[in-house]
């Protein structure tokens, strides 16, 4: 038998040694311990232990218990990521909008002013939770815009780990709160797969959305892989709510397992549209950006210069052509686009405010030294989407329509509240993104991809409020991860072998402020904006414009712009004409990258790409022409949803009621914002299509249905083929013609990016205000709902 002192011996040489992966939590300034195990293969493999002959359990002794915990010294991981912010916008580098926590992380932290995204959410995400270009993810674009395409599929490759996976199988606890968009959107049903969710993707909790966007007043949330109610609170905000949740999260993680490293990846939905901020972050904007949008430009470069994140002889670029002058502007003109921008500076602190209380949690739970927080201000520049005047309903714009100030002066007052939608104008975009020329979704140009990242590590970080100017991507995430952390990029997973990751660690930066530079390369691309950044230098070519419709030139005419930006901060002085070898090699590179990363071919296409027959991706209908729904089914995304956009169709709802004042939805899809609706009022059977939340066409049964079971049947009749078009719309209640109207003109590629289908209620938003949101279900009885496309 072996004697106590002898167990006590081992127990302590396995402590020290980290065998099977039992180590303790050092100070700050112990060395770290010699990690035994292999994990460069994962999941890591429990060892072999010798058969046990011992015949009595009192007589024998157990061997150790295998766990895997993070390495001795591994740091907790926190990335925020905020949605469609430009480099000019927050106060830590030079903008108007009030952004404490960032100044104060920045402040004991570190500044980096070279740091760049995608230029689109999708695509940015992917690449920083894996390490690998956006194009290896097969995100070439948002996922709503997949095609057939390698580089552009939406769907994951079981080589791409990403980070959260490769720090679970290591021993962390890992959650993610916020904005998701990485998951394919046939995939978005309950029937799943679920691989590309947050829960299969290396998290152990995931609360929050899963598509681009959402109401921050109701949302569209799940918890895990269950589509849930938004939470009746008074004053509901889905950034507090998920900065709660995160705390919650949190808190408990570290009081149940206080050893146990985590990672907590926390993406708003802010301030990407619908700008949506209470009442009181926006008010305290009130009147300062009277000035207009070149007036703020000026202003926020020279706050840049004198904080030192732009260099004292780099230029501002001029306005485009494309981007109307403040001057120009008419009274009502410039009184709407202040309260555009004052809603959005509002959004953005009241974000920020929220990322405050979830870091003085960690600071109150003891963890904020040790933790390695990434606060990424940005997925991409600032977003013109919302068209040069803006709009009140974001979803007019994705749907390639251009809103007018007229429309949206009766909308001011409301501005940024549960009755708006709302996006700013470009001209607010494009001062958010200060310095740099242009906005999101141009990716050939820094106004489009250049975005402030401030890294905080008191542990591990000596230097306090420095900037630093090394060329970095968000492929340099994960590796920078895995260093501190001091884990190795695994090999291979779950038995598939991984594609190396294309980034590199920036923890060399830390204590060298003019080390040189260890990207050298990088590519950009979306929707034909293109360009490489190599050595130094920058090729570029910007092929679109998100706000024009117009019909893109071919590739093949794109005009290439030079720039050497290691001297040239803002891709200011094109050189293109005084040294086109340079430009030719670089455009050369760019095709070298294009090729090994799935670039090509090329797709600049935009809303049409909502349409999966016209995209190539597949459909969740699989051609189908019918679809049968019942009575529970709710939540069901529109890309996992039968397509009844003007095309010829029937919906017959098979249903009972009790009496002659059953009232209720028996289905209706989308919400407030745009979709459309079969429901009953005091026993009488309505229609309604809401087109934007700007037109609306009811059609009404004439009397009410008498207790006992029966057949409506509404018919919509195209009056052309084409996408928005207007047609005839029919009810029949048991085989006999009711009411006919005609619906003018419908929406043409996409209903809502986060309300779906439902049978026997209106969840989130409401379609039509004939009832009331939260309290429409139906009294009757559906029997079966079926969706015919003829």
């Given amino acids: 038998m072996v004697s106590r002192r002898a167990c006590s011996f081992a127990l302590l040489l396995l402590l020290g040694a980290g065998i099977f992966g039992l180590v303790y939590s050092p100070a700050a300034d112990d060395p770290p311990q010699p990690d035994k195990l292999d994990r460069t293969v994962l999941p890591i493999p429990e060892p072999k232990l010798a058969p046990i002959t011992t015949l ?18 591994a740091p907790n991981v926190v990335i925020v990521l905020i949605d469609d912010i430009g480099f000019g916008h927050s106060s830590a580098f030079g903008g108007p909008i009030h952004m404490p926590t960032l100044e104060r992380l920045a402040a004991n932290g ?13 695509p940015t995400r992917v690449a920083l939770l894996t390490g690998r270009n956006h194009h290896v993810n097969n995100a070439g674009a948002i996922m709503e815009l ?45 029937s799943g797969p679920f691989d590309r969710w947050p829960t299969r ?82 008010e305290k904007y009130k009147g300062q950006f009277a000035g207009g949008w070149d007036t703020l430009r000026e202003e926020t470069f020279a706050r840049q210069k004198k904080l030192g994140v732009v260099p004292a002889g780099a230029k501002l670029t001029p306005r485009p052509k494309e981007i109307p002058a403040w001057d120009g502007m008419s009274a009502d003109q410039k009184r709407l686009f202040q309260r555009q921008m004052e809603t959005f500076a509002g959004f953005a602190e009241h974000t920020d405010h929220e990322v405050g209380r979830l870091v003085a949690q960690l600071e109150a739970i003891g963890e904020l030294d040790n933790t390695l927080f990434f606060y990424i201000v940005g997925d991409n520049g600032a977003s013109a989407e919302g068209g040069p005047e803006g709009t009140y309903n974001e ?43 242009w906005t999101k979704q141009i990716a050939s140009h820094f106004g489009g991809t250049r975005n402030g990242m401030v890294l905080h590590w008191p542990n591990g970080i000596k230097a306090k409020g420095e900037v630093r100017s090394q060329f970095h991507h968000v492929i340099d995430v994960a590796p920078t991860v895995l260093e501190a952390a001091r884990l190795p990029e695994p090999k291979a997973v779950n038995g598939i072998e991984q594609r190396p990751m294309d980034g590199v660690s920036m923890l060399y930066t830390i204590a060298d402020a003019k080390a040189k530079d260890r990207r050298s390369t990088q590519y950009f691309e979306m929707f034909g904006n293109r360009g490489i950044y190599h050595d130094g230098w920058v090729a570029c070519t910007r092929h679109s414009i998100p706000w024009l419709m117009a019909q893109n030139p071919p590739l093949t005419a794109d005009v290439w712009e030079l720039y050497n ?17 340079k430009l030719k090699e670089l455009q050369a590179v760019f095709m070298r990258e294009a090729v090994r990363n799935s670039v090509l071919p090329i797709d600049d296409r935009r809303a049409e790409r909502f349409n999966a027959a016209i995209a190539g991706r597949p459909d969740l209908m699989g051609g189908r022409t019918s679809l049968a729904v019942y009575q529970g089914m709710t939540g069901m995304m529109e890309n996992a949803f039968i397509n009844v956009k003007g095309v010829h169709h029937t919906i017959t709802a098979e249903i009972e009621v009790k009496d002659a004042s059953a009232s209720g939805v028996i289905i209706a899809q989308a919400g407030y914002f745009g979709g459309w609706t079969l429901y009953m009022k005091l026993g009488r059977v309505h229609h309604e299509y809401n087109w934007f939340a700007i037109e609306r066409t009811n059609i009404a049964a004439p009397a009410p249905l008498a207790a006992g079971k029966h057949t409506i049947v509404y018919e919509f009749i195209p009056d052309e083929a084409k996408p928005g078009t207007g047609g005839k719309s029919t ?52 029997t079966k709902v079926t969706i015919d496309v003829k």
């Fill in 731 to 782: 009810i029949t209640i048991d085989g006999k013609k009711a009411v006919e109207g005609h619906i003018p003109k419908t929406q043409p590629f996409a209903f809502s990016g986060d309300e779906g289908a439902d049978v026997g209620e209106d969840g989130e938003t409401n379609v039509s205000p004939d009832y009331k949101q939260g309290d429409n279900k139906f009294t009757g009885r559906i």
């Fill in 201 to 282: 993707s290396g998290f152990d909790k995931f609360y929050g959305f899963i598509g681009g966007e959402t109401n921050q007043w109701v949302p569209g949330l799940y918890d895990g892989i269950v589509r849930i109610e938004t939470p009746h609170t008074p004053g509901y905000h889905f950034t507090t709510d998920m900065t709660d949740q995160a705390i919650k999260w949190v808190s408990a993680q570290q009081t149940l397992t206080p050893d146990k490293r985590f990672y907590l990846y926390f993406a708003t939905g802010a301030t990407h549209a619908p700008h949506h901020a209470p009442q009181q972050w926006i």
């Fill in 395 to 437: 979803m007019l714009a994705l749907n390639g329509i251009v809103g007018k100030a007229d429309q949206m002066m009766a909308h001011i007052d409301e501005w940024g509240g549960p009755t708006t939608f709302p996006h700013f104008a470009i001209g607010w975009a494009w001062a958010g993104n200060t310095p740099f020329q």
């Fill in 110 to 122: 570190l500044k980096y002013n070279r740091f760049h995204t995608t230029a689109l959410c999708s």
């Fill in 565 to 581: 930006v290691d001297q040239d901060f803002s891709q200011a002085d094109n050189l293109a004409a005084q040294q086109p070898e």
């Fill in 56 to 73: 009595d359990a009192r007589n024998a002794k157990a061997p150790p218990r295998f766990e895997v915990k993070a390495p001795q010294g």
């Fill in 146 to 190: 997949a095609t057939a395409f390698p580089g552009n599929t939406g769907v994951r490759p079981e080589s791409v780990t990403p980070l959260a996976e490769i720090l679970r199988q290591n021993g962390y606890a890992t959650a993610a709160f916020g904005k998701y968009h990485e998951s394919p959107p046939w995939e978005v049903s309950v």
